[in-house]
């Protein structure tokens, strides 16, 4: 049984490009939680998505931020128009249903680093 | 809002000796508290889960405390050894609305076990 998956491991992208983070949730859960670490700071969450739907994206910049978790297929959060200080490790998390997910043990994937140079 | 504070930021110890590292969380209303080892470069790895109810909960040699009331939890670790050296995490998950159960870090405490 896989842990959360994430890559890629590294990216590197010049501003202005966009960079595409995968998260494929453990086998069995629904809902997904993206968080970024930066540099000397702790994780901030970011959002939470179960499939097909947004549940919470009070941490995620409303500009050039996005996130999707289709119905088939890993969740995708999208960065466009990358500047340097959107250079973190960007974590994905992963729970069962709503209900249960409030008491399970959180899990993390490895996490993408994501450098804009 | 809920805020995560780790005490001390860093230590740094000899080989065999016992420590405690702090957290503290400002709201009570928290459904479960969870330690993490986070090694340079590298994703967490969850060490111990303690749900509201309970008290304190043990692997190894490791052991967890919580103290909801005053929002409080020790990661007490026996016998140290130079691979405990790694960043540990404290995050507590509470409810945040619109049904989202979210976690709070708190920075983390840099441990170096010297041998």
């Known amino acids: 049984n896989a842990g959360v998956m994430q890559n890629p491991r590294h990216l590197v992208r010049r501003r202005g490009q966009e960079a595409r983070l995968r998260c494929s949730p453990m086998?069995?859960?629904?809902?997904v939680y993206w968080y970024r670490q930066l540099p000397e700071e702790g994780l901030k969450f970011m959002v939470y998505?179960?499939?097909?739907?947004?549940?919470?994206e009070s941490g995620m910049p409303k500009e050039r931020f996005s996130a999707e978790f289709p119905k088939e297929g890993p969740s995708i959060l999208r960065i466009q128009q990358v500047v340097r200080g959107d250079s973190a490790a960007y974590f994905c998390?992963?729970?069962?249903?709503?209900?249960?997910?409030?008491?399970?043990?959180?899990?993390f994937g490895q996490g993408t680093r994501l450098t804009v140079v | 809002k809920q805020e995560v504070t780790q005490i001390p930021a860093a230590l740094s110890v000899p080989e065999g000796e016992n420590l405690v590292l702090n957290c503290s969380f400002t709201?009570?209303?928290?459904?479960?508290l969870q330690w993490f080892r986070q090694d340079p470069g590298k994703g967490l790895t969850s060490l111990l889960l303690?749900?509201?109810?309970?008290r304190e909960q043990t692997s190894g040699r490791l052991n967890a405390s919580l103290d909801k009331s005053s929002g409080r939890s020790t990661l007490y670790i026996a016998a140290s050894q130079p691979g405990d050296s790694a960043t540990y995490l404290c995050?507590?998950?509470?409810?945040?609305?619109?049904?989202?159960?979210?976690?709070?870090f708190g920075k983390g405490t840099k441990l170096s076990v010297i041998p």
């Open positions: 086998k069995g859960h629904s809902h």
């Open positions: 303690i749900q509201s109810s309970q």
């Open positions: 998505l179960q499939k097909e739907n947004i549940i919470d």
């Open positions: 998390a992963s729970s069962p249903k709503s209900g249960q997910g409030a008491r399970t043990e959180a899990f």
């Open positions: 995050a507590v998950r509470a409810y945040s609305g619109a049904g989202s159960y979210q976690l709070t």
């Open positions: 709201d009570s209303a928290i459904y479960n």
